[in-house]
């Protein structure tokens, strides 16, 4: 996975590394040389312990910044956010199925 990603980030390497899935995701952070000060988990709290690496941001601000911040990132184009597919919301349940096979490649929008 490691290679696919530098190969993404095409020659200019990564230059940060935000783990949502676990301990996995922290350990392939460090062995692509992502500076401690530069790697985020929400999840992974202890194994980020032993790096150093970040645990702030859920616990030291609120939902509502939070959000504004990254909805301020998404309009100015500073941060994309792909669409891997959409769902009416009378197929919520193809929507989670498609999520629980954790191939998807951008988020699932589930539409009103």
Same mark, same amino acid.
């Given at each position: ?8 980030? !095409?020659? $200019?390497?990564? #230059?940060? @590394?935000? $783990?949502?899935? %676990?301990?996995?995701?922290? #350990? *392939?952070?460090?062995? *692509? %040389?992502i ?15 032993e @790096? !150093? ?16 911040? *990254?909805? #301020?990132?998404?309009?100015? !184009? ?7 597919a959409?769902?009416? *919301? ?5 929507a ?17």
């Amino acid at each position: 996975m490691g290679e696919r990603l530098l190969q993404a980030a !095409g020659g $200019d390497g990564i #230059d940060a @590394f935000i $783990d949502l899935y %676990g301990p996995e995701h922290v #350990d *392939l952070a460090v062995a *692509l %040389g992502i500076p401690a000060n530069r790697l985020q988990t929400t999840v992974a709290m202890e194994r980020a312990a032993e @790096f !150093g690496a970040r645990t702030d941001g859920r616990h030291n601000a609120t939902a509502r910044e939070i959000q504004v911040e *990254l909805v #301020d990132l998404v309009a100015s !184009g500073a941060v994309e956010i792909p669409i891997a597919a959409t769902y009416p *919301l009378d197929r919520v349940a193809d929507a989670v199925a498609e999520l629980e096979q954790r191939h998807t490649r951008g988020k699932i929008v589930l539409l009103l």
